[in-house]
């Protein structure tokens, strides 16, 4: 999987290494800022991490970051945490996002698309005028820079709108899908304090109306500090006593005005997934986000005006703020508010196909169960502009990786497969795509510019081609610059750098190859440990969720009180599928050929599912409390899960055993 296997599943052409930006950068940062012209991305990358100020001053350079009032220097204080960027700076995102509407006004710079599948256009000179109109309303009502906005909105042009028009004001935004029940939204909200609420009265998903008005006034009776909500009536009802129409506030012909902020000065608020006790309120910077997101989606992701970029995503995911900032790179974005397989699993393609996707985003699991559901994308759909289907939320198993070649090699396409790996925490990709590199199967391309990606042994020491744990060892701009009501940092600190003193653990396990790849094999924190080896449980996914029979999977390793381990494999089937000997057989067989003895269950489980967080990702450590005895309220904050009935069938599978 790793240095093993050396031969690429892809390499791009000498026109697509010639055409990408990132050559172009490293072209023209080597005639003006002494980078190296010649090693290729390797060499590139040595450079960002070892000069650099240099390197973020190219890139502030190269992308004509207007900054207001001129930074110092780029690097004030390097310690992490603590880092301060472009002290003295003053810059405003909105600005920046918004940009591209002095060119190209009549273009697109949204593409909303619902469960009708019709793409509607929003221009860059009307999502501009929009911009100005509400930040000027939001002025009068009273918001002033660090107010908190938040929005209880789906994926859709108000919810842009409204985060753009946050920021050009000088407040902090923060959000949650409707989808959220209210105890979930309230755990993350109450931390901020909002002062404006932007909501909608209901939402559409897999093809039915889901009211949520009484969420709403749910919310408003439990956010004391509200000065103003704003109805979108996505569902057409009347706006609740005593809150204002968004179309009241969007009208007017106003020039966005664009407080001038300090580099460090907050944007937004993301949540951790809260899965064991509060959500972390994850506080990143206008400034900071500015500069790595348009590294990110200018270099890494090779996007500029003429693309269109679709990430299948949701308000409540750090993926939709990623995704808003594809219009700092002048790209029109691609807005689907819906069910990822309504009316059938094939769903985001003909997204991608009608709204003309050059860049296209999704989560491992749905590609594997597009592979799962026979689904041709390549065939059934025209997805001639698809340079790249990138994918995130959990590593791509190697079969998702051939499947996706495959699927598009049949038709004649040349696809870029990107598997990307980051963190809410930073809201960005520590590995993943480049544009210019070959791409292997299984794995990353490679650590991101700027990131200083290591995987590291308990004591430190740096590993190549064995599995260690993701640290970064040099600050990086969108790193949090604290969390919400953590006055000392004590939280924020352990958080991240108690492990290892002076270093980012993120917690996971990765391998650095000896061919500069990166493959990422799972949380740390919920690490299979069988007599003393570590094994990822991604590991096992992939190779029992190639198996027809199984739907999804989750492996627990529960150490015993009696200083024995327990390493049980839940199985949610496939319908029709039966657990019988001849299944049972199998997936212990697969296990032991594909990985090793070492990684085959004591035992396998059926269960009626697997359960997941709100944004999706499978819950490992909360049902390892619950199998190791823990209460359910003590194991789980049972507001940031997709279903508490689930994890009641693990909490009964515990007292059974007990």
């Known amino acids: 999987m790793s240095s093993a296997n050396p031969s690429p599943l892809w390499q791009p052409d000498p026109e697509r290494i010639a055409r990408a930006q990132i050559t172009k950068f490293q072209a023209w940062a080597a005639e003006y800022h002494g980078a190296p012209a010649e090693g290729g991305y390797a060499a590139l990358h040595r450079w960002s991490v070892d000069e650099l100020d240099t390197f973020w001053k190219a890139v502030t350079d190269w992308f004509d970051v207007r900054f207001s009032t001129p930074y110092a220097r780029v690097l004030g204080d390097r310690s992490m945490p603590g880092a301060q960027w472009y002290p003295g700076a003053t810059l405003n995102y909105a600005e920046h ?171 937004w608020v993301l949540y951790s997934s809260g899965t064991t006790g509060l959500p972390k309120a994850i506080v990143q910077s206008q400034g900071g986000i500015l500069v790595e997101h348009l590294k990110q989606l200018g270099l890494h992701c090779d996007l500029g005006p003429e693309d269109r970029f679709f990430w299948y995503t949701s308000t409540g995911w750090m993926m939709w703020n990623f995704l808003v900032s594809g219009l700092l790179t002048g790209t029109t974005i691609v807005l689907y508010d819906g069910s990822p397989g309504y009316p059938g699993t094939a769903a985001q393609w003909r997204i991608a196909e009608l709204t003309g996707t050059t860049l296209f985003g999704t989560s491992a699991a749905y590609v594997m169960a597009c592979n799962k559901a026979g689904v041709h994308p390549a065939r059934d759909f025209d997805l001639s502009r698809v340079q790249c289907v990138a994918t995130t939320g959990s590593p791509l198993p190697p079969d998702g990786f051939r499947w996706l070649h495959d699927e598009f090699a049949e038709s004649g396409a040349d696809l870029w497969v990107a598997s990307v790996s980051g963190g809410t925490d930073v809201c960005s990709c520590f590995a993943g795509c480049v544009p210019t590199l070959p791409v292997y199967i299984g794995e990353l391309q490679a650590p991101c510019l700027g990131t200083d990606l290591k995987s590291w042994d308990p004591s430190g020491k740096p590993l190549t081609d064995e599995v260690g744990e993701l640290v970064v060892s040099n600050p990086m701009p969108s790193m949090p610059i604290h969390f919400w009501n953590d006055p000392d940092g004590s939280r924020y600190h352990d958080s991240y750098f108690d492990v290892y003193p002076g270093a980012w653990r993120h917690g996971d396990w990765i391998t650095v ?122 194991a789980v904050n049972v507001g940031s899960v997709d279903s508490v009935e689930l994890l009641r069938f693990y909490q009964d599978l515990a007292r059974k055993r007990a």
């Open 97 to 267: 996002a918004l940009r591209a509407a002095e060119a190209r006004a009549d273009a697109p710079a949204l593409l909303h698309v619902d469960e009708t599948h019709e793409p509607r256009p929003v221009s860059w000179s009307e999502l501009r005028r929009q911009v100005g109109s509400l930040a000027a309303e939001l002025r009068t009502l009273g918001v002033r820079p660090g107010d908190r906005v938040s929005g209880y909105l789906p994926n859709i042009p108000q919810a842009v709108v409204a985060l753009l028009a946050t920021a050009a004001v000088g407040g902090v935004w923060t959000s949650c899908a409707p989808d959220f029940g209210a105890r979930s939204v309230l755990d993350r909200f109450q931390q901020v304090e909002p002062v404006v609420l932007f909501t909608v009265d209901g939402y559409r998903y897999g093809g039915k109306e889901h009211d949520r008005r009484d969420t709403v006034a749910e919310l408003r009776r439990e956010l004391p500090t509200l000065r103003a909500v704003i109805h979108v009536p996505l569902l057409g009802t009347e706006a609740p006593e005593g809150a204002l129409e968004w179309s009241a506030l969007t009208s007017a012909d106003v020039e966005p005005v664009f407080e001038a902020v300090p580099f460090d000065h907050p944007l």
């Open 513 to 634: 190859t000896s061919h500069g790849s990166v493959i990422i094999h799972g949380r740390s924190d919920s690490t299979l440990n069988r007599q003393g080896v570590r094994m990822g449980s991604a590991d096992i996914y992939e190779a029992v969720e190639r198996l027809p029979e199984i739907r999804e999977s989750l492996v627990i390793g529960v150490e015993q009180p009696d200083g024995g381990y327990w390493m049980p494999l839940f199985v949610h089937l496939a319908p029709g599928a039966v657990l019988d000997q001849a299944l049972l057989g199998r997936i212990k067989q697969t296990i032991r050929e594909q990985l090793s003895p070492r990684h085959v269950p004591d035992e396998v489980i059926e269960v009626p599912g697997i359960p997941h967080t709100l944004t999706g990702k499978r819950i490992e450590v909360p049902v390892k409390r619950l199998l190791q005895g823990a209460p359910l309220e003590k």
